[in-house]
């Protein structure tokens, strides 16, 4: 079975800098999805970030981008510039891709911003 | 914009009490997911639905009923309701299609059992 390890359960960053958030996952699968989902204070989870692990080029939205790591199973988020709407808990997922339905998540990561 | 709308942002209920929650979404999406969300374990999945009346069970389904009568409407039924099921609840839905396997999620409902 799938497994998505957080092992940062809160993180601080000062406004304006870069903070860069760890997930790595198990899986014997070769094809796969992997997010990161952000959950601010008010609860309504959006996604922030998506990677299809047949990819090798780390996807970017903005000022989030990942290090893809397929071979050491690590998806890591980086957010440059930080805001203090950056705020949150982050959730990284993985998703197979046989499966259209479930989200696997780790157990997140709180991400304080200071002004 | 997508729309996933839980019903009540908060619940206070007794234990043993009978439980809905409800959840609707305007995407016309085939799948709907209800989550449960603690400290510390993140989300898991209580039951999922691909279909009107076609629902499979999660990873914690113990305690736990769904109903999905309509495409637009997912309803997560604590029949008993317990204090272990003090959580917040999260749904979601989402299409079939691969290149568009995102799940959208509602506020959630903070769930209190007395």
């Known amino acids: 079975a799938q497994t998505v390890t957080q092992s940062q359960p809160e993180m601080s960053v000062q406004e304006a800098e870069t903070v860069t958030l760890s997930c790595t996952y198990d899986?014997?699968?070769?094809?796969?999805?992997l997010f990161w989902y952000k959950q601010p204070p008010s609860r309504q989870m959006i996604l922030v970030i998506r990677?299809?692990?047949?990819?090798?080029q780390n996807a970017t939205e903005n000022r989030f981008s990942v290090n893809f790591q397929k071979a050491a199973k690590s998806f890591s988020l980086k957010i440059s510039d930080s805001q203090l709407g950056d705020a949150a808990m982050y959730f990284c997922?993985?998703?197979?891709?046989?499966?259209?339905?479930?989200?696997?998540f780790g157990s997140g990561t709180r991400l304080l911003v200071r002004p | 914009d997508v729309k996933v709308t839980q019903s009540s942002r908060y619940l206070v209920k007794r234990t043993g009490e009978k439980v809905f929650l409800e959840c609707v979404q305007d995407?016309?999406?085939?799948?709907m997911f209800w989550y449960r969300q603690d400290p510390g374990l993140g989300l898991r999945l209580i039951y999922f639905?691909?279909?009107?009346?076609?629902?499979e069970k999660g990873d914690i389904p113990e305690g736990y009923s769904v109903s999905r009568e309509k495409k637009e409407r997912f309803s997560l039924i604590l029949e008993s309701a317990s204090t272990n099921q003090t959580s917040m609840y999260l749904c979601?839905?989402?299409?079939?299609?691969?290149?568009?396997?995102?799940?959208?999620f509602g506020a959630g409902t903070r769930l209190s059992v007395l």
């Open positions: 990677q299809e692990a047949y990819k090798q």
């Open positions: 899986t014997s699968e070769s094809d796969y999805y």
């Open positions: 979601a839905s989402s299409t079939n299609s691969r290149a568009k396997n995102i799940q959208y």
């Open positions: 997922a993985y998703r197979s891709i046989d499966s259209s339905y479930k989200l696997i």
């Open positions: 639905s691909y279909d009107v009346k076609m629902k």
């Open positions: 995407m016309d999406h085939e799948n």
